[in-house]
């Protein structure tokens, strides 16, 4: 890794030193626009409205528009604001850590010591891990002020930025300020459900199914040329709605409490079979099941999905994944 700041993590009078490293990457494969007819790669470049000519970036400043005028700031302008030339990361204050709403939790960063002595930093870590405090910080980078929470996370601190409290939006739906009655013996079932449902999350057992799919088939691009048939190198699973009578909410809740029971203890061929209805976020039960998933015969790199058929529901045969020789 790579830092991408240095500083000082500042509280009283103790002064840490460290670098600041990016925690999290984004592992999506980097796609370009081309022009469909001879491949050309699409470029855009950047156009003054007033003469029409390609402005190189060396000579474009920043401007603020209220509708009626505009200011124009200067990069020396931008560089005077006293927070862009600041190096450390003040300690504002330290809260308990439930009441960091995660809502407002944005980028992480990884914190390492930057001395020749790591006691400070290990220091103020332990003393985080004891009290159950994190810590609210203000610091500058790519000329912006953030606030951020400093928390542990195994032997490193992190530095995750925050939102600021006009950036998140309250959350005012009409539907939720009308009466709902739910009866003692649904809250049962449901928390049923949720206890069939119960484990330990491993965020490695997850995986971004499209993001392995589209690497899968520029694989087979590579290997096979423009004329790859996508069909060949992966099916791609659909979920088709079914037709079917309507239940109640009680009978939806009991039955996946049963089929996730039965699957649970070996019997869950049998009970994928068998697929209740599903409840409708809007109050009314529809039911819907799954169905086999259908080779699609697409030429690009997306698939068309297949019509509702009002069919009984039948088992879903296993997805085909035969990448391309």
Same mark, same amino acid.
């Given at each position: 890794?790579?830092?991408?700041?240095?500083?000082?993590?500042?509280?009283?009078?103790? %002064?840490?030193?460290?670098?600041?490293?990016?925690?999290?990457?984004?592992? /999506?494969?980097?796609?370009?626009?081309?022009? %469909?007819?001879?491949?050309?790669?699409?470029?855009?470049?950047?156009?003054?409205?007033?003469?029409?000519?390609?402005?190189?970036?060396?000579?474009?400043?920043?401007?603020?528009?209220?509708?009626?005028?505009?200011?124009?700031?200067?990069?020396?302008?931008?560089?005077?604001?006293?927070? =862009?030339?600041?190096?450390?990361?003040?300690?504002?204050?330290?809260?308990?850590?439930?009441?960091? /709403?995660?809502?407002?939790?944005?980028?992480?960063?990884?914190?390492?010591?930057?001395?020749?002595?790591?006691?400070?930093?290990?220091?103020?870590?332990?003393?985080?891990?004891?009290?159950?405090?994190?810590?609210?910080?203000?610091?500058?980078?790519?000329?912006?002020?953030?606030?951020?929470?400093?928390?542990?996370?195994?032997?490193?601190?992190?530095?995750?930025?925050?939102?600021?409290?006009?950036?998140?939006?309250?959350?005012?739906?009409?539907?939720?300020?009308?009466?709902?009655?739910?009866?003692?013996?649904?809250?049962?079932?449901?928390?049923?459900?949720?206890?069939?449902?119960?484990?330990?999350?491993?965020?490695?057992?997850?995986?971004?199914?499209?993001?392995?799919?589209?690497?899968?088939?520029?694989?087979?691009?590579?290997?096979?040329?423009?004329?790859?048939?996508?069909?060949?190198?992966?099916?791609?699973?659909?979920?088709?709605?079914?037709?079917? =009578?309507?239940?109640?909410?009680?009978?939806?809740?009991?039955?996946?409490?049963?089929?996730?029971?039965?699957?649970?203890?070996?019997?869950?061929?049998?009970?994928?079979?068998?697929?209740?209805?599903?409840?409708?976020?809007?109050?009314?039960?529809?039911?819907?099941?799954?169905?086999?998933?259908?080779?699609?015969?697409?030429?690009?790199?997306?698939?068309?999905?297949?019509?509702?058929?009002?069919?009984?529901?039948?088992?879903?045969?296993?997805?085909?994944?035969?990448?391309?020789?």
């Amino acid at each position: 890794m790579r830092a991408i700041w240095k500083g000082a993590l500042t509280f009283g009078l103790v %002064n840490v030193p460290v670098k600041v490293y990016s925690a999290t990457e984004d592992h /999506d494969v980097s796609l370009h626009q081309v022009h %469909n007819k001879d491949g050309g790669r699409i470029r855009y470049q950047r156009i003054c409205e007033i003469d029409g000519e390609v402005v190189p970036y060396s000579d474009i400043d920043k401007a603020y528009d209220d509708g009626e005028r505009t200011v124009v700031l200067t990069k020396e302008d931008l560089d005077s604001l006293p927070a =862009e030339r600041s190096r450390e990361i003040d300690v504002v204050e330290f809260v308990p850590t439930e009441q960091v /709403d995660l809502l407002t939790l944005d980028r992480a960063y990884y914190l390492e010591p930057d001395s020749t002595s790591p006691k400070a930093y290990v220091l103020l870590r332990k003393t985080l891990e004891q009290t159950d405090r994190t810590a609210i910080v203000r610091f500058s980078l790519r000329q912006k002020t953030r606030l951020a929470a400093l928390r542990v996370r195994g032997d490193v601190l992190v530095l995750q930025t925050l939102l600021w409290a006009d950036e998140v939006r309250e959350a005012a739906f009409p539907a939720l300020d009308e009466p709902v009655r739910i009866s003692a013996k649904e809250l049962e079932m449901s928390a049923s459900l949720v206890e069939s449902f119960a484990a330990d999350f491993d965020p490695s057992e997850f995986s971004d199914e499209y993001q392995d799919e589209l690497r899968t088939l520029i694989e087979a691009k590579l290997e096979k040329g423009d004329a790859l048939d996508t069909s060949e190198t992966f099916g791609e699973q659909e979920e088709e709605a079914k037709g079917g =009578e309507v239940i109640d909410l009680m009978e939806a809740l009991r039955a996946s409490v049963e089929r996730s029971r039965a699957a649970r203890s070996g019997g869950g061929k049998d009970a994928g079979a068998k697929s209740p209805a599903k409840t409708s976020a809007g109050g009314g039960e529809k039911s819907t099941a799954k169905t086999p998933a259908k080779k699609t015969t697409a030429k690009g790199a997306s698939a068309k999905g297949t019509p509702a058929k009002s069919a009984p529901a039948k088992k879903a045969p296993a997805k085909k994944a035969a990448k391309a020789s």
